[in-house]
Nanobody, 122 residues
Framework: QLVESGGGLVQAGGSLRLSCAASGRTFDAYVITWFRQAPGKEREFVASITRDIGTTYYGDSVKGRFTMSRDNAKNTVYLQMNDLKPDDTAIYYC?????????????????WGQGTQVTVSS
């Protein structure tokens, strides 16, 4: 089970930190990825972190503003979001997959959280 938290309402230029905690399994066996979905839009790749040394990958729209990290001892990953923009408004989901490949397609992920709403006001 994956459980996201940390969403909320913030003004443009502000920051939020999302968390994704896992129960029933250990994070270090999985690639973990954040996706987001805005109303009327497809689910979009945001960031991913590998299971070994924690290499991170980011979508072009968040590169330089968002930072993903993981704490395997706590079975938790984080998404630090800075300089938020109204276009970042969406439901943010964390997802997990086995193996080592970082894939950007939502269909490649087996385990999903329920999502957390992020709203950025202008």
């Amino acid at each position: 089970q994956l459980v996201e938290s940390g969403g909320g309402l913030v003004q443009a230029g502000g920051s939020l930190r999302l968390s994704c905690a896992a129960s029933g399994r250990t994070f270090d066996a999985y690639v973990i990825t954040w996706f987001r979905q805005a109303p009327g839009k497809e689910r979009e790749f945001v960031a991913s972190i590998t299971r070994d040394i924690g290499t991170t990958y980011y979508g072009d729209s968040v590169k330089g503003r968002f930072t993903m990290s993981r704490d395997n001892a706590k079975n938790t990953v984080y998404l630090q979001m800075n300089d938020l923009k109204p276009d970042d408004t969406a439901i943010y989901y964390c997802a997990a997959k086995g193996g080592t490949l970082v894939l950007r397609s939502p269909g490649s992920y087996v385990y999903w959280g329920q999502g957390t709403q992020v709203t950025v006001s202008s």
